[in-house]
């Protein structure tokens, strides 16, 4: 597929990331009236009606906000917890008692309880999780974005990373690195392999989305019709679906000349992060304004379903590979819930508290597992256990936010893009053998297919 010479794993000259988070911004009163220190009580309580917005210390709906000296840091990890930035419920119970039933015999507990307790811990040591990345790659330029997806891993084994105006591509295979393209004006926003794995969408801050053809290496369409940055994209054979800062989901056929041929407007409220279809093309969007919406054909005009289970904006979502109706998400810094839900019905089946930010969620095939990148304030990796949500291990080394999560074609490698400019290499779960075969086959017949299709 790359028939250049290889550049050296670093990709480009090393620039300092862009600072495109906001501070957090509170309204504080200059002047109290003389009433705001009179006091008849011999306790100084405030009630929830006088504390004034600033002492709340809630966060505007900007997900790249995080501490910016050492003041910030002590004080949200003093008054919010070592793990937590804006969790506004101080005075809650994190682990909330069962009530035990009057007939219910004491001797009993404590039985089942050392019972359950040993059988987890024995569950436990069966899954072993490497706790170090294999390799670790330089990526100078990296966009420290929450709502930004730099990169995606290609059926034909080639991973695309965009460094902020530029676009390269790494075959995992032979090693080599080359540059794709460089953007005029603006910067590189998301990345979308199609389905066979020859052709790259490409998102820009601009709102325009380009179409290349990896192979020889050209640009074969620029597609317009957004009015802001564009948030994220997925396929569905011939069409693709674009999400962008004007809240409007647009439907493109690549296949004609006018391929916008459905726009859905007024339903998302705000900058669309997060979309993702399944194998029967079913879409998942998801939202600045905390919601996913389900669309059941590429031809939809009104939801399905709004999932309303989250409290921030949802940029982590991912269909289950196994089961077409089972939908994992994760929510931004004021929710940091990992949910799963039956797509089919709008049910939430599970949730969790991740303790920070997700920002990209992926499956274990073999495993039944899922595995989830964070950012503040510990920028992990968490794998959690299906269906029970029960966390089995944290994988650290990134010392700045995840930014998103890539997926080898036989499910087993993950790669991890952060803003500490590194891509690291995991070696996750077991390869799933029927996953190659069908790439290896998908990626015969693909030249002679989809080259045709693109006008």
């Not at 008849?40 to 009606?49: E, I, Y």
């Not at 004034?52 to 002590?74: F, G, M, R």
């Not at 670790?136 to 330029?141: S, T, Y």
């Not at 032979?174 to 540059?179: A, L, N």
Request: charged share 20%; hydrophobic share 35%; aromatic share 8%.
């Amino acid at each position: 597929v790359l028939s250049h010479p290889p550049v050296p794993l670093h990709f480009a000259e090393r620039m300092s990331p862009s600072e495109n988070s906001e501070k957090a911004r509170y309204n504080v009163e200059d002047k109290r009236g003389e009433e705001d220190y009179i006091t008849t009580a011999d306790r100084f309580v405030p009630s929830r009606g006088t504390c004034t917005s600033s002492s709340q210390l809630k966060l505007e709906t900007d997900e790249n906000w995080t501490p910016k000296n050492d003041y910030h840091e002590v004080l949200s990890k003093n008054l919010l917890g070592q793990e937590s930035l804006t969790h506004t419920k101080v005075l809650s119970y994190r682990h909330k008692p069962k009530r035990q039933e009057a007939h219910q015999n004491d001797y009993k507990v404590l039985f089942s309880s050392s019972k359950e307790t040993t059988s987890k811990a024995r569950t436990a040591l069966t899954r072993v999780v490497p706790q170090s990345p294999m390799k670790v790659l330089d990526a100078p330029g990296i966009v420290d974005d929450f709502y930004s997806h730099p990169i995606d891993w290609s059926l034909t084994n080639v991973i695309a990373v965009a460094l902020s105006e530029m676009v390269f591509l790494f075959d995992t295979t032979t090693g080599h690195t080359e540059k794709l393209l460089a953007l005029p004006a603006g910067n590189v926003t998301t990345l979308r392999w199609t389905g066979e794995g020859l052709h790259l969408a490409v998102g820009t801050s601009t709102g325009d989305v380009q179409l290349w053809d990896c192979c020889a290496e050209r640009q074969l369409r620029n597609l317009r019709g957004h009015g802001g940055r564009i948030g994220a994209l997925a396929w569905h054979q011939h069409v693709l679906s674009s999400g962008a800062a004007d809240a409007e989901i647009h439907q493109h056929d690549v296949r004609i000349r006018e391929h916008l041929y459905c726009r859905r407007s007024g339903i998302h409220d705000d900058l669309v992060c997060g979309l993702d279809y399944n194998s029967e093309g079913v879409l998942a969007s998801g939202g600045n304004d905390n919601s996913v919406f389900i669309w059941e054909t590429p031809q939809a005009t009104e939801p399905l379903h709004n999932l309303t289970g989250h409290n921030a904006a949802v940029k982590a979502l991912r269909w289950c590979p196994w089961q077409r109706h089972l939908l994992a998400t994760g929510g931004g810094s004021a929710d940091r819930k990992v949910c799963i839900w039956n797509a089919a019905s709008g049910r939430l089946l599970a949730s969790q508290d991740a303790e920070s930010q997700v920002t990209g969620i992926v499956w274990g095939m073999q495993e039944k597992e899922l595995l989830t990148a964070h950012g503040y304030s510990r920028n992990q990796l968490s794998l959690w256990k299906y269906p029970s949500l029960t966390k089995t291990a944290d994988l650290e080394g990134h010392t700045g936010r995840l930014l998103g999560l890539a997926q080898s074609p036989n499910s087993s490698l993950i790669c991890s893009s952060s803003a500490d400019e590194t891509l690291r290499f995991w070696q996750v779960f077991t390869p799933s053998e029927g996953t190659s075969k069908a790439a290896n086959a998908k990626q015969a017949i693909a030249p002679k297919s989809f080259l045709k299709t693109i006008r």
